[in-house]
């Protein structure tokens, strides 16, 4: 990895990173329904660069949905997505690949019998004359994980099925963030680890801000979220019920929204 500062195909840390706080991705009056079921009605939300949002809201409330929506698998019924200021169409994953946004899955999507350089490129494998280009493609590999200090792997040509758990999110977050994103979305990032795997997590989430990423991270666990998030967002039955700094709130004004909407609490 020592000639790694030389060669430097593909991502890019810090390029072009803006002030933090500047709208990256605005979510406008978005409906979805499926069926009778309204899972989302009227929501806003506000995604800035620099920041890390943390979306909360009990189960069913429609955080998934939301998130498939700005990723491209669902399509809104209402409303508008600003990208950066202007409303764009976000039909597909590979639309919303092409702005910059990535999502982490709850169940992550790492193939287990493929090692990690092979998992941070499945399905955009780097070719040079017809062949898998594998030195550059581990060369990249290892240089994002590196600048995202994920340093506990032993080796990169290891199978993603004898990682940990924070292990093998470290390398969903180093894959989704590989590729110039601006926006990454994170579902429950931290909901199947252990403490230390959790802090782990936690602090690549932190890093991601400082490099100027957009980060959304869903979270039931208030301890994460009062840990990492700049902001807070909470749905309750499909419709925001506030997003604020995560200063203006505390632990027990966060849970209130999530369980009535904040309309029957006492403050
Ligand atoms: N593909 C789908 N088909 C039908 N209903 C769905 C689908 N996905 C989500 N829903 C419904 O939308 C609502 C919000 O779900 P979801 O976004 O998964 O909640 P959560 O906040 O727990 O992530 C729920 O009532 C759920 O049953
Ligand atoms: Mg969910």
Redesign the pocket.
């Known amino acids: 990895m020592s000639d790694a500062n030389v060669a430097r195909a593909g991502a890019q840390p810090n390029a072009a990173a803006p002030p933090a706080g500047e709208a990256r991705l605005q979510v406008r009056a978005l409906g979805k329904h499926?069926?009778a079921?309204q899972?989302?009605s009227d929501v806003d939300l506000d995604l800035p660069a620099g920041q890390v949002t943390a979306l909360c809201?009990?189960?069913?409330?429609?955080?998934?949905?939301?998130?498939?929506c700005i990723a491209g698998i669902?399509q809104a019924d209402q409303g508008q997505i600003l990208w950066e200021g202007k409303p764009v169409h976000i039909r597909s994953p590979r639309d919303a690949a092409h702005l910059g946004i990535e999502t982490v899955y709850q169940d992550l999507a790492l193939a287990d019998n493929l090692d990690i350089v092979q998992n941070m490129f499945l399905a955009r494998e780097r070719l040079r004359g017809g062949l898998l280009d594998e030195d550059a493609m581990e060369r990249d590999a290892a240089e994002t994980l590196a600048s995202l200090r994920v340093t506990t792997v032993r080796s990169i040509r290891q199978p993603v099925g004898s990682l940990s758990g924070g292990q093998r999110q470290s390398v969903a977050v180093a894959k989704a963030v590989m590729w110039n994103s601006k926006l990454v979305l994170l579902?429950e990032p931290t909901a199947a680890l252990g403490v230390v795997q959790t802090k782990m997590v936690l602090d690549l989430v932190r890093r991601l801000r400082d490099r100027g990423l957009a980060v959304m991270v869903?979270s039931h666990n208030l301890n994460d979220v009062f840990e990492v998030a700049d902001r807070i967002a909470v749905?309750y039955l499909?419709r925001m019920v506030i997003q604020d700094a995560a200063s203006a709130f505390d632990r027990q004004r966060v849970v209130q929204y999530m369980t009535s909407g904040g309309t029957n609490g006492s403050g």
């Open positions: 499926f069926g079921v899972a989302l809201g009990d189960n069913g409330a429609g955080k998934t949905v939301l998130t498939k669902f579902d869903i749905l499909g």
